[in-house]
């Protein structure tokens, strides 16, 4: 029994090592210093206009916009922010503005929490309150998933908005809808947990790891450090308030309604939001396009700055 009990606690220790060598080497591949990052563009242009857009439900959005003329607006994805379309605000013409989605770095959430149709609220509210006309809307993952809501429920979104490009995103659950359910309850009593205690969503040896998947081939370590950096700065509460209605947005029996030209952007290599899921998109919207990026996995606007600029100006 002793010798039993000996070689498991052998194994754990040699478990551990090997996890904790791996982390290790993940850091030294993946990680950036502050400088690599400005030198890689990953900073906010110094020019940007800073603007908070009061909602209706006693929240605020925090919105970046730099330019003038034809308009890109850009809507970022879960744990992500403003700073992840750093490229695209320093390199597109016209007027390009950025929206922090509520719980996402300056933003703040009103009474009315986190659900998919307030977020889609508060687009609305700062499309409005920024008079922004003739518009291509840009959503990544989760930012998509608000732009197709927002396109469906508001008669007046076509005053705002000439296309919809949705880059890397889902029409309806990317986790089966029996798994959904457990894996949101036992996710967000994890991150309450985490926020109580201080503590960033993701223990810092697995945020690396769960920024790394999110790209595809070879990616840069600037990239990797700045998805890390988002995800370590993101609000476990507010995180744990929006998964539920991550896992349960569903709007592909509604797609057929959409009349404005939808572009559907995608990685090939793609983990979080598989090619599939825009194939399912394309097959729903009368006319809708999909752009395949080879190798790209889910962060195209990082991995895929200058095909993305192409697709938005061409």
């Given at each position: ?25 993940a850091?030294?591949?993946w ?32 919105v ?56 889609a ?18 959503g ?32 309806g ?26 503590r ?12 790394r ?22 609000s ?54 999909l ?16 095909a ?5 100006t061409?």
């Amino acid at each position: 029994m002793r010798l039993r009990r000996a070689a498991a606690i052998g194994a754990g220790a040699a478990g551990g090592s090997a996890l904790y060598l791996l982390e290790r080497a993940a850091a030294s591949r993946w990680r950036a210093r502050p400088d690599d990052l400005v030198a890689a563009g990953l900073s906010l242009p110094s020019d940007i206009r800073h603007h908070f857009v009061p909602t209706s439900d006693g929240g605020r959005v925090h919105v970046v916009e730099r330019g003038s003329g034809q308009t890109v607006v850009l809507v970022h994805g879960i744990m992500l922010g403003v700073v992840t379309w750093a490229r695209q605000l320093r390199t597109l013409p016209g007027r390009v503005i950025a929206v922090s989605q509520r719980g996402h770095g300056q933003s703040r959430a009103g009474t009315d929490g986190f659900s998919f149709e307030r977020l889609a609220a508060d687009l609305a509210e700062v499309l409005e309150a920024l008079d922004v006309r003739e518009a291509a809307l840009v959503g990544h993952s989760m930012g998509g998933m608000v732009g197709q809501l927002l396109a469906l429920r508001d008669p007046a979104f076509s005053r705002h908005v000439r296309e919809l490009v949705l880059v890397a995103t889902t029409p309806g659950p990317v986790v089966p809808s029996p798994l959904s359910g457990l894996l949101g309850t036992a996710t967000a009593r994890a991150l309450v947990g985490a926020e109580r205690s201080g503590r960033g969503p993701l223990p810092r040896s697995a945020s690396i790891w769960a920024a790394r998947i999110a790209f595809g081939a070879s990616p840069s370590p600037p990239d990797v450090e700045l998805l890390r950096q988002m995800i370590d700065a993101m609000s476990p509460r507010a995180l744990a308030s929006l998964l539920p209605h991550l896992l349960a947005f569903d709007v592909r029996s509604r797609l057929g309604a959409l009349s404005l030209p939808v572009h559907v952007v995608a990685g090939s290599r793609d983990v979080l939001t598989p090619p599939r899921t825009a194939r399912a998109i394309v097959e729903r919207v009368p006319g809708a396009r999909l752009t395949l990026l080879a190798g790209c996995g889910h962060m195209v606007m990082l991995e895929r700055a200058d095909a993305l600029g192409v697709l938005l100006t061409g």
